[in-house]
């Protein structure tokens, strides 16, 4: 790595490190264990945006120096120059030199190949920052082009054009456009098309202490864009591109125009009074965001994203958890009256009860990204009745709304139900991560789950045992 230093990545690959020698590499390395640290990491850039975050942290009345979030605000700055790398990179880089001669058929009937047929790619996992809150979506990405010139383009460049676009800030309407464009001038078929599937994350507003069970954790859009002969909609190409994603869940008639799109389909995105109200009140904050916004070569004066630094910060803001640690206090210590839980039934002592697919959702003090997910909750009723799920609900509620790490929230959880039962304890925590999709990994579709048992769990394998076997086989991860 900087300084004509090597990286112990390389010396491993190359066998150059016998495992007695691991430690004295590293401290040539410059100590400490810390092999991470570039000289990009030390741009001018990347320091402005660590001090913003630490701004952020203190407006959340968090401690920058505690363990958890040492790191935070180098990690985030990482993250955020890789999802926004796009700014830096050119199209006609990535296309020149990637297209390659195919004739197709001679003959004068029909097409093939780079003599005019369509080709299709389909599945392109992407993400993008959205320009109106900051907080990633998702994307899949379909593109399809007609060659011209009898010659294609290599396969693996479609997806590095989309890549360039999606890594800016972005909306998806203008992003499928910007993509469609861009495969259009740089490779000059006889048409291209794009098609992008969109998931925005949308959190539960915090007005209730109890979080509303039918609340929709996706804001879902599908987009299209067409040049040249996929200009118009009714062209045959056009049913031909579609009839080969008709196994992808899409349905031509829900693909939104430039035209019909929702201007605001990120559900952060609130009216011009919230927005002036909110930077009223935490105009240090709203700064540091701004701040970002600059280091990251966007102009925070852009239409766009005039309201980004509040929307974000109203959205951050929701981790400060004094009133709801209040609120939860006050209901853990009054103690639900199990006499009248569900009815009054009775329970025989050590009955396991399951209470499963409680929807949490958090923010990871590593990264200051999303983490979201389903919980499961098991108990010994050890002769008392079983506690309502409305309480059970708030305890996921109280712990997720926080900074925080999955190991945490997990032991968080059970000792709290521990406290309040006096029983044995098993919590599962399943959760998709945004650090995994947004930071560089790409790791598109996994999920992390987490265990804590306390009592009898801890000791009674079959116990545990019982409780897995009643967890759903597949986390609702949409919906």
Not at 76 to 90: F, I, P
Not at 176 to 197: N, R, T
Not at 357 to 386: D, M, R
Not at 425 to 431: K, L, M, P, T
Request: charged share 20%; glycine share 10%.
């Amino acid at each position: 790595k900087g300084s004509g230093k090597r990286s112990v990545e390389g010396l491993l690959s190359m066998g150059a490190l016998e495992e007695g020698h691991f430690n004295e590499e590293l401290e040539k390395l410059g100590g400490g264990g810390c092999v991470e640290l570039s000289l990009e990491e030390q741009q001018p850039d990347t320091v402005a945006i660590e001090d913003a975050v630490k701004v952020l942290l203190q407006g959340l009345d968090e401690d920058v120096n505690r363990e958890g979030l040492k790191k935070t605000p180098l990690r985030v700055a990482k993250a955020l120059r890789e999802g926004t790398s796009g700014y830096g990179q050119k199209v006609k880089d990535i296309v020149q030199g990637a297209l390659f001669p195919e004739a197709g058929l001679d003959a004068g009937v029909g097409h093939a190949g780079g003599a005019g047929g369509l080709v299709v790619v389909r599945d392109l996992d992407l993400f993008s920052y959205c320009e109106s809150c900051l907080l990633p979506f998702q994307v899949k990405c379909h593109v399809g082009y007609v060659p011209s010139g009898q010659q294609v383009v290599g396969l693996s460049k479609l997806s590095r054009v989309a890549d360039v676009f999606a890594k800016r800030l972005q909306d998806p309407q203008r992003l499928v456009e910007e993509v469609c464009s861009a495969l259009q001038q740089g490779i000059k078929p006889d048409g291209a098309a794009v098609v992008l599937q969109c998931l925005h994350i949308n959190f539960p507003k915090l007005e209730s202490f109890f979080p509303d069970p039918n609340h929709q954790r996706w804001v879902k859009v599908l987009v299209s864009s067409g040049s040249g002969v996929f200009e118009d909609k009714e062209a045959n190409v056009w049913v031909d591109f579609l009839s080969l994603l008709k196994f992808r869940g899409i349905d031509a008639e829900k693909i939104y125009t430039s035209d019909s799109a929702d201007q605001y389909w990120c559900p952060s995105r609130p009216s011009s009074g919230d927005i002036n109200k909110l930077g009223s009140a935490h105009p240090g904050m709203t700064a540091a965001v701004t701040s970002i916004l600059k280091s990251l070569g966007e102009d925070p004066s852009r239409k766009e994203l005039i309201g980004t630094p509040s929307r974000f910060v109203k959205w951050l803001m929701n981790f400060k958890n004094a009133n709801l640690e209040m609120k939860l206090n006050g209901f853990v210590c009054g103690r639900p009256d199990f006499s009248t839980a569900n009815g009054g039934a009775s329970h025989d002592e050590g009955q396991i009860n399951s209470e499963l697919s409680f929807s949490f959702w958090s923010q990871c003090e590593h990264h200051l990204l999303p983490f979201h997910g389903v919980v499961h909750i098991g108990y010994l009723s050890a002769g008392v009745h079983p506690i309502g799920r409305a309480l059970l609900q708030s305890i996921v509620h109280f712990h997720g709304f926080r900074l925080q790490v999955q190991e945490r929230l997990t032991r968080q959880i059970a000792e709290t139900v521990s406290s309040v039962l006096g029983a044995d304890v098993v919590v599962v925590v399943e959760a998709i991560h945004t650090c995994m999709i947004s930071r560089g990994i790409e790791k598109f579709g996994s999920s992390t789950a987490t265990i804590a048992v306390l009592g009898r769990f801890s000791t009674d394998p079959n116990a545990r045992a019982k409780f897995l076997q009643c967890i759903p086989s597949t986390m609702t991860s949409e919906g």
